[in-house]
């Protein structure tokens, strides 16, 4: 299936992937296989994460009223059935699925992952499911709530070292992150855990490797370790693009900490290569 069929049906269905928003640089080669990482609950964001270009909340919506330029909009009822139909259509044998934050919502859209997680495990009876979550900001229960869906795959990224995270990740903190991928573990110890990382924001060597040792240490199975591209003028700036041969060596180090899977290169992202974990 090309892209443009893809696109069709994403349209059809009325759906947002990240790939689109996120203007990740390997769409054409995704969507060529066929996959795509959904993003559900809007595309409009409650966060500033520096990085991102998807949409953020607007200071004017903030307080207004829904429908508003700039405002998310409420969760769809029928939005899980049309990402499972979706991934029906298009062929999709590894359905990733993604959100923006939502702190406006009252269980943070978690409700939302796990009736997504259900609709394609009944409809798209053949896929398996990888999610990747935003924090929950930490929550017990609304985590609980999305891995008793029982996903594959659970991802939540890490982002950068914890040195940057003030100006990386301005309303995340570094260890509600890890401890989020602690507790998937604790509830489902078979349920895979991943994480990833971007490099090239002005973080050493040593720390992106302190990250790892961390990650393990919460029984992270997967990694991922990709070079930041800004993707607009309004997102930071690249500090520096690392050599491959940095990437090999990431590779190399992670294979020895015990991670079941690193995917180390410049285009690497979160959820390249998914479906061959």
């Not at 994460?49 to 200071?59: A, D, L």
């Not at 029906?88 to 406006?104: A, Q, W």
């Amino acid at each position: 299936m090309d892209i443009h069929n893809v696109k069709i049906i994403l349209r059809e269905y009325g759906l947002n992937t990240v790939c689109e928003s996120a203007k990740c640089p390997n769409i054409t080669e995704c969507f060529s296989k066929p996959t795509a990482t959904f993003m559900i609950l809007g595309s409009v964001c409650t966060r500033g994460c520096g990085f991102c270009s998807v949409e953020k909340i607007t200071p004017f919506a903030k307080g207004g009223s829904v429908g508003i330029k700039g405002y998310p909009v409420p969760p769809s009822d029928d939005e899980p059935l049309r990402v499972a139909e979706a991934s029906l259509k298009m062929g999709i044998r590894h359905v990733v699925i993604t959100s923006v934050s939502r702190d406006d919502l009252p269980d943070k859209g978690a409700g939302q992952f796990a009736n997504t997680i259900n609709a394609v495990k009944i409809i798209n009876k053949k896929a398996t499911v990888e999610v990747l979550t935003p924090d929950f900001s930490g929550s017990f229960e609304l985590i609980k709530k999305v891995v008793e869906s029982m996903p594959e795959i659970y991802n939540h990224n890490i982002e950068t070292v914890p040195r940057l995270y003030k100006k990386v990740r301005p309303q995340a903190d570094y260890n509600r992150s890890l401890n989020l991928l602690r507790m998937v573990k604790e509830f489902y110890p078979d349920i895979i855990t991943k994480s990833g990382i971007m490099v090239g924001l002005g973080e050493e060597k040593d720390e992106v490797i302190g990250v790892m040792k961390d990650l393990r240490v919460m029984g992270c199975d997967v990694l991922t370790i990709g070079q930041y591209l800004m993707p607009t003028k309004k997102n930071l700036p690249v500090v520096k693009y690392i050599e491959p041969e940095i990437f090999d060596y990431y590779k190399k180090e992670g294979e020895k900490m015990g991670f079941k899977s690193v995917e180390s290169g410049p285009f690497v992202r979160s959820s390249y290569n998914a479906r061959m974990i």
